[in-house]
């Protein structure tokens, strides 16, 4: 796989931000994707469905660059990504300002106030993260997104734990980020109301494969 540095714009059209060809992922040993290819612009809301197991989280892991890919090309930006696990990310003994600032200060962003206002956190700002219930917890770890300046979220079920209220706060938020001219790409199974394209990979289910000499971590 091609991760391209600072001549990525040159690949790029003006409006895109990602270029993904013939990808393929495994997990485990096990080629679980294969022949993956979309494009992501500037603005626009991308869904991954797929039934359970199908590659989702791997998929986005190694767009994220958290892992490798068996082949294919992955076109973007430098630090263009954030990555959204299962995981909260929370320091438990920290306030949720504290958290807050801690990633706030990772990726150089001095003002956390829009991140508090946007997941309805204000309130909440003072209570240590071990005292949130999990809906608030991921509220928090959502609101790290704001604080991150980077273009492209690839979030992986974002929503869960998340009441009907929550999840709205969680549309708008990526609305906003979009109309600000960054991009989402979030696995889901649910409706999020957002005006988005779907990619299905249902058909891109890998075959057998012989993947001796195949390391699935960094070397």
């Not at 974002?158 to 929550?166: G, H, I």
Request: charged letters at 20%.
């Amino acid at each position: 796989m091609a991760l391209f540095g600072a001549d990525v714009l040159g690949y790029l059209g003006d409006m895109e931000l990602m270029n993904v060809t013939n990808l393929a992922c495994a997990r485990g040993g096990v080629a679980v994707l294969e022949g993956v290819g979309f494009s992501l612009a500037a603005g626009q809301v991308l869904l991954l469905r797929g039934p359970n197991g199908i590659g989702k989280t791997t998929l986005l892991r190694t767009l994220a660059g958290l892992q490798p890919a068996l082949e294919g090309d992955v076109q973007v930006a430098p630090d263009a990504i954030t990555y959204g696990a299962h995981a909260d990310g929370l320091k438990s003994t920290l306030t949720v300002t504290e958290n807050l600032e801690f990633w706030a200060q990772v990726y150089g962003v001095t003002d956390i106030a829009p991140a508090l206002q946007a997941f309805n956190l204000e309130e909440l700002a003072d209570r240590a993260a071990h005292n949130l219930s999990a809906g608030q917890k991921r509220r928090l770890g959502l609101a790290r997104l704001l604080v991150t300046g980077r273009k492209i979220w690839a979030l992986d079920e974002p929503t869960v734990s998340l009441d009907v209220a929550s999840v709205a706060l969680f549309a708008d938020a990526v609305r906003s980020h979009c109309a600000a001219g960054g991009a989402a790409l979030i696995a889901t199974h649910i409706d999020l109301g957002l005006e988005a394209d779907v990619l299905d990979l249902t058909g891109n289910k890998a075959g057998p494969r012989n993947l001796a000499g195949f390391d699935e971590a960094f070397e």
